[in-house]
């Protein structure tokens, strides 16, 4: 296990001055990380649920329900086990199976009009292909494109990093796709750990990536939408409601910028 922790879940060092104090503390940070815990919408978001030992790989094609509340789609992707350093428990995903490309998908329950963000940690296979693996991330309506470059990353150092997204739900349950990009058939695609789905706050006015800063990604997207948009109910770029992104909008994200 790399070790690696998502940054809600730390919890600060406890100094208790005496025994009951103690006791009240770690009772207290035992029902905030449970409850923080409990928060995830998915199940097996870190592909932890697999019926036996995953020594190196195993390969399941488009279609397959083995992994415990996940439909793999396209046409393969690979359950890593001890083949490379994983970012949260002892499994991992490559979207690009044996061979690729492929994705995932899971069905969860949302509440109309809420949002939610996604998180998930992203690495790459840095034994083949295009150094720079790309993969997208769906929900209601809504998408985004992650990349992640594998230059100067091996197995035994993944360089896994977190990536968080977010979107607002329209029905009463919600489908969560992440799907390899690479345009061909190879064995070496975007990886993927510890995906958790929680209820959010909606995010700030022109942060567009969701991830609590209005900044040069957020204005990229902006710029990426430019012009009217194809779906009014969908288009986040369309920061005051008038189902076009223009100067209006750019108005609106670099009045609320962050850097």
Same mark, same amino acid.
């Given at each position: 296990?790399?070790?690696?922790?998502?940054?809600?879940?730390?919890?600060?060092?406890?100094?208790?001055?005496?025994?009951?104090? /103690?006791?009240?503390?770690?009772?207290?940070?035992?029902?905030?990380?449970?409850?923080?815990?409990?928060?995830?919408?998915?199940?097996?978001?870190?592909?932890?649920?697999?019926?036996?030992?995953?020594?190196?790989?195993?390969?399941?094609?488009?279609?397959?329900?083995?992994?415990?509340?996940?439909?793999?789609?396209?046409?393969?992707?690979?359950?890593?086990?001890?083949?490379?350093?994983?970012?949260?428990?002892?499994?991992?995903?490559?979207?690009?199976?044996?061979?690729?490309?492929?994705?995932?998908?899971?069905?969860?329950?949302?509440?109309?009009?809420?949002?939610?963000?996604?998180?998930?940690?992203?690495?790459?296979?840095?034994?083949?292909?295009?150094?720079?693996?790309?993969?997208?991330?769906?929900?209601?309506?809504?998408?985004?494109?992650?990349?992640?470059?594998?230059?100067?990353?091996?197995?035994?150092?993944?360089?896994?990093?977190?990536?968080?997204?977010?979107?607002?739900?329209?029905?009463?349950?919600? !489908?969560?796709?992440?799907?390899?990009? !690479?345009?061909?058939?190879?064995?070496?695609?975007?990886?993927?750990?510890?995906?958790?789905?929680?209820?959010?706050?909606?995010?700030?006015?022109?942060?567009?990536?969701?991830?609590?800063?209005?900044?040069?990604?957020?204005?990229?997207?902006?710029?990426?939408?430019?012009?009217?948009?194809?779906?009014?109910?969908?288009?986040?770029?369309?920061?005051?409601?008038?189902?076009?992104?223009?100067?209006?909008?750019? /108005?609106?994200?670099?009045?609320?910028?962050?850097?």
């Amino acid at each position: 296990m790399s070790g690696f922790k998502r940054r809600s879940l730390h919890q600060p060092m406890l100094t208790p001055r005496s025994t009951a104090t /103690a006791w009240l503390a770690l009772l207290g940070a035992a029902f905030v990380s449970s409850a923080a815990l409990a928060q995830n919408l998915l199940i097996n978001g870190s592909f932890e649920t697999w019926p036996g030992r995953v020594p190196s790989y195993v390969s399941l094609p488009g279609g397959s329900t083995a992994m415990a509340g996940w439909i793999t789609t396209g046409n393969t992707v690979d359950l890593v086990g001890g083949g490379w350093q994983q970012a949260d428990g002892s499994l991992s995903l490559d979207l690009d199976g044996s061979p690729g490309p492929g994705g995932v998908q899971q069905t969860f329950a949302t509440i109309p009009g809420q949002w939610y963000t996604v998180e998930f940690f992203m690495a790459g296979n840095p034994q083949c292909g295009d150094p720079v693996k790309a993969l997208s991330v769906e929900a209601a309506g809504f998408s985004n494109t992650f990349t992640f470059n594998t230059a100067g990353h091996s197995f035994v150092s993944m360089g896994w990093e977190l990536r968080s997204w977010c979107f607002r739900a329209h029905e009463t349950s919600t !489908t969560l796709t992440i799907t390899s990009l !690479t345009a061909s058939a190879t064995n070496c695609g975007a990886a993927i750990d510890g995906v958790v789905v929680e209820a959010s706050s909606p995010p700030l006015v022109g942060d567009l990536d969701c991830n609590g800063f209005v900044n040069g990604a957020d204005l990229a997207i902006l710029l990426g939408s430019w012009g009217l948009c194809s779906d009014c109910a969908v288009c986040r770029s369309d920061l005051n409601g008038d189902c076009s992104t223009d100067g209006a909008d750019l /108005a609106l994200l670099l009045g609320a910028w962050t850097g």
